[in-house]
């Protein structure tokens, strides 16, 4: 591969009407940058939880995974949300595969805290898999489970449920990423008094995370900016409900918060 990918998250609360992430990607596709993508489909999974009659429950921005409810995160992520998210990406003219992190043993991970159920820690990241797609010339849509490798554990060999953030994150730091955005539901993280904060280097954010500044879902999401950073230059936590979000950004003209591994964070431009 000629050069390294931007890896992308979205989730589903950001596709909305004015939302332009799909377009986004295959504009950038076209233009021949490579894409990996990781989404959510939180809001999705919930709605099939409640129609179980299971309440969904979040313990900093982590969701509680029993038995019932990781059949569901299953079912959900890999089949309705991938699939209808791998059949827009190929309607606006794109081309894309869709997979999770169980395909090809790609991620691994072990129970994260019994309190979360099964909810994953990775342990192991092969890109393999996703470099073999991009090769093709495809865009690697990704579902964010992982292969229970715990040796004499119940459910050993199947799934575990991974926050999308944290293996956006992982994927990131694995394929040496030339960027890593996150879009988000939010216009980027917020300071004590609610506003934006555009700018921070590694300590900073370090510090925020340690903070009761940064809460619920934003959690993973810092934390995966800080994991990324150890091989990634900058990592952007983005509003992706704004139009044209993801492509401003990567030509140097977004907003948002962008975290950097300096004390002057660089304003990379991603060549079209």
């Known amino acids: 591969m000629p050069r390294p990918p931007v890896v992308v998250k979205i989730g589903g609360s950001t596709l909305g009407s004015h939302d332009t992430s799909l377009k986004d990607l295959v504009t950038l ?10 989404h ?6 919930s709605e099939w939880m409640r129609r179980q009659g299971i ?3 979040f313990v900093n921005g982590l969701r509680v995974t029993d038995a019932p409810s990781l059949d569901i995160v299953v079912a959900v992520l890999t089949g309705l949300v991938n699939k209808e998210l791998v059949g827009l990406l190929h309607h606006l003219g794109g081309r894309a595969i869709g997979i999770s992190g169980v395909d090809g043993g790609m991620l691994e991970a072990r129970i994260a805290d019994p309190a979360l159920g099964y909810v994953g820690e990775v342990t192991r990241v092969d890109p393999e898999p996703l470099l073999a ?3 093709r010339g495809y865009i690697p849509m990704v579902a964010p489970l992982a292969l229970h490798c715990q040796e ?3 459910r050993a060999g199947g ?9 956006a994150g992982e994927l990131a730091l694995a394929l040496g990423a030339e960027r890593l955005v996150f ?3 939010v216009p980027g993280i917020m300071d004590i008094n609610g506003r934006i904060i555009p700018r921070l280097d590694r300590l900073r954010a370090q510090n925020l995370l340690q903070s009761s500044v940064v809460r619920g879902g934003m959690i993973p999401k810092l934390a995966a900016c800080l994991r990324a950073l150890e091989h990634v230059a900058v990592a952007d936590i983005i509003d992706g409900r704004q139009p044209d979000a993801l492509l401003g950004c990567l030509q140097g003209r977004g907003s948002g918060t962008r975290i950097s591994g300096d004390s002057h964070p660089p304003a990379p431009v991603v060549q079209l």
């Not at 596709?29 to 990781?38: A, M, S, Y």
Request: aromatic share 0%.
């Open 29 to 38: 596709q076209r233009q021949g940058v490579p894409l990996v993508v990781v």
């Open 40 to 45: 959510g489909g939180g809001n999705v999974i």
């Open 55 to 57: 309440p969904p429950s």
């Open 133 to 135: 797609i991009l090769e």
């Open 152 to 154: 004499g554990a119940e």
């Open 159 to 167: 799934s575990l449920n991974i926050n999308g953030d944290t293996v």
């Open 183 to 185: 879009l988000t539901d």
